[in-house]
């Protein structure tokens, strides 16, 4: 497949994280899938699993606290990078997004926030701790992330949101379903945004959703219900980009299967 990395730096997405209603159901699932493997580790008083891939990190996995009004299904989030979290997330505030959890430190890696953007899709921010050396690119290759995708039934309300907080442009790309947006960091694509028109959409709310890179889209989409998720959408081809799936995991989370054209 083809290995283009990720663009890094302020303003792109830098960390996944699996919100996890059953966090043991859904570590062997990935790591199964993706050929990952799992680093146990404690946050703070909180179990936290590291996926990692030989020596490189690529997201991790965390139990959902008990809640009064039930678990919340297991989701994935995006997390972008901010030069500025305090800054970053007031003027979040300021543009209209709930502030799900302000920033809050994490000992030895950094600070992070949770918002809600205008048509309530869930993001992550991330500011990192200073750290000797040059940033490292993000991995490529199969069990990496490789596209980050808002779909949402809020679009202008969505890309006015983006544009001003990360300071993102965008191109329109025309397809068979309608207008696909592109949101750009100068020349470089950091993000799409899918409209959620039809209903085949009802009952989903509006998210962000994360791709992962396989060698076989087809072959590992098959494999996903022995491994107890289920298909969600086949596999099936993007002209000019590559194939995709998505798929949902043993406790719902959802996520998308990528192959780029090589």
């Known amino acids: 497949m083809a290995d283009k990395p990720m663009p890094t730096g302020f303003g792109t997405f830098c960390w996944s994280q699996l919100n996890a209603s059953d966090a043991a159901a859904c570590e062997p699932f990935y790591l199964s899938l993706f050929g990952w493997s799992a680093d146990h580790k404690d946050l703070g008083g909180l179990p936290m699993t590291l996926f990692k891939r030989g020596a490189d990190e690529?997201?991790?996995?965390?139990?959902?606290?008990?809640?009064?009004?039930?678990?919340?299904?297991?989701?994935?989030?995006?997390?972008?990078?901010?030069?500025?979290?305090?800054?970053?997330?007031?003027?979040?505030?300021?543009?209209?997004?709930?502030?799900?959890?302000?920033?809050?430190?994490?000992?030895?890696?950094?600070?992070?926030?949770?918002?809600g953007d205008p048509g309530g899709a869930v993001l992550g921010l991330f500011e990192e701790a200073p750290r000797p050396g040059p940033s490292r690119p993000m991995p490529t290759g199969h069990g990496a992330f490789c596209w980050y995708e808002l779909t949402t039934r809020e679009v202008a309300a969505s890309i006015a949101f983006y544009t001003q907080l990360f300071g993102w442009t965008t191109r329109e790309w025309p397809m068979d379903f309608g207008i696909y947006t592109l949101f750009l960091r100068g020349e470089e694509a950091v993000a799409g945004l899918m409209p959620m028109a039809g209903p085949e959409w009802e009952g989903i709310p509006n998210h962000w959703m994360p791709y992962v890179g396989v060698n076989d889209v087809d072959e590992r989409f098959a494999a996903v219900p022995g491994l107890g998720g289920t298909g969600c959408v086949p596999p099936t081809d993007i002209p000019e980009v590559g194939r995709f799936a998505v798929i949902a995991d043993p406790t719902g989370g959802v996520i998308s299967l990528m192959r780029g054209l090589d």
Do not use: C, N
């Open 58 to 115: 690529m997201g991790t996995l965390m139990q959902i606290p008990p809640m009064a009004s039930g678990t919340p299904r297991s989701h994935w989030m995006g997390y972008v990078w901010v030069q500025d979290l305090d800054a970053t997330f007031a003027r979040a505030k300021e543009l209209g997004a709930a502030p799900f959890v302000p920033p809050t430190t994490v000992p030895e890696a950094g600070r992070f926030a949770v918002i």
